[in-house]
Nanobody, 121 residues
Framework: QLQAFGGGLVQAGGSLRLSCAASGRAFSNYALGWFRQAPGKERELTAGISWSGGTTYYADSVKGRFTISRDNAKNTVYLQMNSLKPEDTGVYYC????????????????WGQGTLVTVSS
C-alpha cells in the first residue's frame, strides 16, 4: 500500500527527490516517516512529518539538507535531499503510523518496499 521510488546513484553534492505514494487507503491522518538503513547499520528515522504537516522531525545528520513534505490530496510524501554525502547512502523506506510521529519502528503500521540511494564520492 506504500510504494517508494526516486532512488538512484548520485555524486556527492547532488540532489534526489524521493516519493512515496499510498494506495488502497487514505493516510491523511497518519504520521509519515522516511527511515534509512545504511550498509551494516540499523534502520533509523531520517525524517518524519505529522498527519497535518505541522510538525516535522529530522535526524541531526540531515538537518538543513533534507526536507520532508506531504500532499494529502495525492496521498504522497516526499523527501527532498540536497547536498548529498556518501554517508547518506542506504535503502530508504517510507512508513505510515497512526499513533503520531515517532522514531520507533514498531509504531508504524505500513511500510514501503524501500528505494536504494547511492552517493558516490
Amino acid at each position: 500500500q506504500l510504494q517508494a521510488f526516486g532512488g538512484g546513484l548520485v555524486q556527492a553534492g547532488g540532489s534526489l527527490r524521493l516519493s512515496c505514494a499510498a494506495s488502497g487507503r487514505a493516510f491523511s491522518n497518519y504520521a509519515l516517516g522516511w527511515f534509512r538503513q545504511a550498509p551494516g547499520k540499523e534502520r533509523e528515522l531520517t525524517a518524519g512529518i505529522s498527519w497535518s504537516g505541522g510538525t516535522t522531525y529530522y535526524a541531526d545528520s540531515v538537518k538543513g539538507r533534507f526536507t520532508i513534505s506531504r500532499d494529502n490530496a495525492k496521498n504522497t510524501v516526499y523527501l527532498q535531499m540536497n547536498s548529498l554525502k556518501p554517508e547518506d547512502t542506504g535503502v530508504y523506506y517510507c512508513a505510515a503510523g497512526r499513533y503520531g510521529l515517532s522514531s520507533r519502528e514498531t509504531l508504524y503500521d505500513y511500510w514501503g518496499q524501500g528505494t536504494l540511494v547511492t552517493v558516490s564520492s
